[in-house]
């Protein structure tokens, strides 16, 4: 969808400006198999960002030079449901119109993956999707964690067989969550 909505490609700039989400997460990795690099909302190199990703279209943070997708994250939305501006592309009625389906990618695995605003040294492709991590099991995760953290800490995770239970904001870790969802771990950065 990416690719044939955006023309996304390798070296394109992309801001995932979404709360820690499975949809900000699974758009995340889709930008990554098309070799794009994910960037801070507010970090510098957000202006030059091909393609925006967001659940407010209209925010006048955004370059006028970036493609926009609008997201609506409610699990079950069939459209983004509010004002999408002139150009936004609308993820949750888009979405519906494309086949699962997966093609390899001829992308360098040293290609920028994440550059966040701190300043440190970009993460590759191959350091992001090579990272060990042990085992957890069921992992309880609060979405409060910014998604450009989470993302490589997710990775590492799945990449060790766990699975990421993604707690939204101002929901409570109860004891009947835990035991529902059969929580092994609680992870808090």
Request: no cysteine; glycine share 8%.
């Amino acid at each position: 969808m990416l690719s044939e909505l955006f023309s996304l490609d390798e070296g394109d700039i992309v801001v995932v400006n979404l709360s820690s989400h499975w949809k900000s997460l699974v758009l995340a990795l889709a930008s990554l198999h098309h070799g794009a690099t994910l960037v801070d909302a507010g970090g510098e190199l957000a202006a030059e960002a091909a393609l925006w990703i967001t659940d407010a279209p209209n925010d006048a943070q955004i370059p006028a030079s970036a493609e926009i997708l609008a997201v609506n994250p409610a699990a079950l939305a069939l459209s983004f449901g509010d004002d999408l501006g002139p150009v936004a592309e609308d993820f949750n009625a888009s979405v519906r119109t494309y086949a699962d389906q997966f093609y390899p990618s001829a992308v360098s695995g040293t290609a920028a993956a994440i550059i966040g605003s701190t300043g440190a040294e970009p993460l590759t492709l191959q350091s992001l999707f090579d990272a060990q991590a042990e085992s957890r099991g069921t992992i309880l995760v609060r979405a409060e964690i910014p998604l450009l953290e989470l993302l490589p800490y997710a990775v590492a995770q799945w990449r060790a067989g766990d699975a990421i239970v993604l707690l939204g904001e101002g929901v409570e870790a109860t004891e009947r969550l835990h035991e529902g969802e059969r929580i092994t771990f609680d992870y808090l950065p």
